[in-house]
């Protein structure tokens, strides 16, 4: 009987084989020849793109580009209808029509101008920034086609609401939206009178929020610089020298410069017949018209100018 060999005498048990780690591999397909791309697009946009800025068709147009037109009789007639619109678009659109009424046919615009001023200070509120800056620089325009005509609208306030809304738009963060309300205060300051626009503004010297503060003491200061000796005395050497003091000491380098402009404004109509010794009689006119705290931050002013 024949032996096996020896190594045969057991069933050997085979290495388990190591698991290997499992790949998924995709399955190619036939595209169609309409297919390609679409997938790629997919996984390279996993987001839709956002939509394009609704303000981006709106151009802003400066007045020297607005033309004058051709039937402004019939165009009048639709003229607060579009400013009612609630297509903001086509608010817009008449927002630049009153422009171009205030810039070439005043005269047809006046008999609705208080209405219009209204439409004015709600668009200026509204979010949409497109919006807000075109009234903004319809503003400018009404102030320099009207003027102080835009004060005789005393029963509904426009005037005053609308300076309100332009200081505070001066104060905001948006930079655009800032410095289109600075030029329209500043066109403002160069139309109206500085008599009546101050009797306007010195309510806001003591506003809340100290950015009005500073817009409010800046135009103070801008129509001061317009004024004659008489005009300064007119109004009140003490009244200016007070509504100034506030701002002297104000957080903003903005309202503390145009403070000490107020002052040496006060101080030159004051020593300007003063031949002898016009530094003892300002001090003695600082202490005898202010309160301590105020004659010594009016003396300090102008002994830094």
């Not at 190594?7 to 397909?29: F, G, V």
């Not at 697009?41 to 956002?50: I, R, T, W, Y």
């Not at 009153?98 to 219009?116: D, G, N, W, Y």
């Not at 007070?242 to 040496?264: K, Y």
Request: contains cysteine; proline residues 7%; hydrophobic residues 40%.
């Amino acid at each position: 009987m024949a032996l096996r060999p020896i190594d045969n005498a057991l069933p050997t048990t085979p290495e388990r084989p190591k698991k290997q780690a499992k790949l998924s591999i995709p399955i190619q397909t036939q595209k169609k020849p309409s297919d390609f791309g679409v997938n790629e697009e997919k996984k390279a946009s996993p987001l839709p793109p956002p939509p394009p800025p609704a303000d981006a068709s709106v151009d802003y147009v400066s007045s020297e580009k607005l033309k004058p037109f051709e039937d402004p009789e019939s165009k009048i007639q639709g003229l607060i209808e579009g400013l009612e619109s609630k297509d903001w678009v086509k608010v817009c659109e008449s927002l630049n029509d009153v422009r171009r009424f205030s810039l070439h046919h005043s005269t047809a615009l006046l008999p609705i101008l208080e209405k219009v001023m209204l439409i004015l200070v709600k668009a200026m509120n509204n979010p949409r920034s497109a919006l807000c800056k075109t009234s903004i620089m319809a503003a400018s325009d009404i102030f320099n086609a009207f003027g102080e005509k835009l004060l005789d609208f005393t029963d509904s306030g426009a005037f005053d609401r609308l300076l309100l809304q332009l200081l505070l738009k001066a104060s905001q963060d948006k930079k655009f939206v800032c410095e289109e309300a600075d030029k329209s205060l500043k066109s403002m300051v160069n139309t109206i009178a500085p008599l009546p626009l101050l009797n306007k503004l010195s309510g806001y010297v003591n506003h809340g929020n100290l950015r009005v503060r500073a817009k409010a003491a800046v135009s103070i200061s801008k129509s001061v610089s317009k004024m004659g000796v008489d005009e300064i005395k007119e109004f009140g050497l003490v009244k200016l020298l007070q509504m100034a003091t506030g701002s002297l000491n104000d957080r903003l380098p903005e309202a503390r410069e145009a403070a000490r402009s107020i002052v040496f404004s006060v101080y030159k109509a004051f020593t300007e017949n003063e031949d002898e010794n016009p530094g003892e009689a300002w001090q003695s006119f600082c202490q005898s018209s202010l309160s301590p705290i105020q004659a010594q931050s009016i003396i300090k002013a102008v002994g830094s100018q």
